[in-house]
């Protein structure tokens, strides 16, 4: 019965886990590898503790403390990825703001799905040298290092700034 219940949360965990990412390019915030680093770690501890909560099960030791833990590790994705939509689909387009800025370089990391594109440039942001802006195949390409761009940020309905665009100034 334990091991059932502890399958079916997994999977809405895991679930939640292939949204977030997909959510995220949706409305990319600013700092979108940061949160998804932070998200990596949440998600392989969450993982670590479903295999420690079977392994215990199966030698019948005790269990309330790890599951009371992976309980709280289960909704995490959703709540994350239910954040980053909020926040981009309610903000309104009228606070676009335009930065100018130029681009440093370029990364291409091909996935099996979808690969990740970042354009790099210099930050307007203090406290920032760079900002890795994901991108889509087209601007990607239409982009090259020393390009002059104009970046649209939105400020965020819940306060986490997203990334709008990149034109060509």
């Not at 019965?1 to 600013?30: D, E, H, N």
């Not at 403390?65 to 980053?84: D, E, M, N, Q, T």
Request: charged residues 20%.
């Amino acid at each position: 019965m334990f091991r059932r219940r502890l399958l079916k949360r997994t999977g809405v965990f895991l679930a939640g886990s292939l949204m977030f990412p997909y959510i995220s390019q949706i409305y990319p915030p600013l700092d979108v590898d940061l949160m998804l680093v932070v998200f990596g770690v949440i998600f392989f501890v969450a993982l670590a503790l479903a295999v420690i909560l079977d392994r215990r099960a199966h030698k019948h030791q005790e269990l309330e403390v790890l599951k009371h833990s992976y309980a709280g590790c289960i909704l995490l994705p959703w709540i994350f990825a239910a954040f980053l939509f909020v926040n981009g689909r309610l903000d309104s387009p009228k606070n676009v703001v335009y930065h100018t800025a130029i681009v440093d370089g370029r990364y291409n990391m091909p996935g099996i799905v979808r690969g990740t594109r970042r354009l790099i440039v210099r930050s307007w942001r203090s406290g920032q040298n760079y900002e890795r802006l994901a991108v889509d195949a087209d601007d990607y390409e239409r982009f090259q290092p020393g390009d002059q761009v104009n970046v649209g940020v939105e400020p965020g309905a819940l306060g986490i700034p997203w990334y709008f665009g990149i034109y060509r100034r």
